[in-house]
């Protein structure tokens, strides 16, 4: 299973940006997918998740500004971002969660930049 993120860019603050994430194979047998992020010279943090069920949740820092879904018949997870802010910046992860005994797929992760 691979899974593909793009959609990160160099953006000034208060822009938005809609990052996607195309799983190789059907994400119905994803029970929880969703996004990390890593700053620079930071852990990588989880930011935004979403379930089969299409239950989300976000880590406060991104709550009003951030996004998730996920189209089933296109295989894709998406995180829109809205009012970027610099403190945004960093490599976005995507990942994928079947959940039971199966073990979480990670995306290559995409950059982005928020300039003040």
């Known amino acids: 299973v691979q899974l593909q993120a793009s959609g990160g860019g160099l953006v000034q603050a208060g822009d938005s940006l809609r990052l996607s994430c195309v799983v190789s194979?059907?994400?119905?047998?994803?029970?929880?997918m969703g996004w990390y992020r890593q700053a620079p010279g930071k852990q990588r943090e989880p930011v935004a998740s979403?379930?089969?069920?299409?239950?989300?949740h976000y880590v406060d820092s991104v709550k009003g500004r951030f996004t998730v879904s996920r189209d089933n018949a296109k295989n894709t997870v998406y995180l829109q971002i809205d009012n970027l802010k610099p403190e945004d910046t960093g490599v976005y992860y995507c990942?994928?969660?079947?959940?039971?005994?199966?073990?979480?797929?990670w995306g290559q992760g995409t950059l982005v930049t928020v300039s003040s």
């Open positions: 194979r059907s994400t119905f047998s994803f029970n929880i």
């Open positions: 979403i379930t089969t069920g299409g239950t989300t």
């Open positions: 990942y994928a969660d079947p959940g039971g005994s199966g073990y979480t797929r």
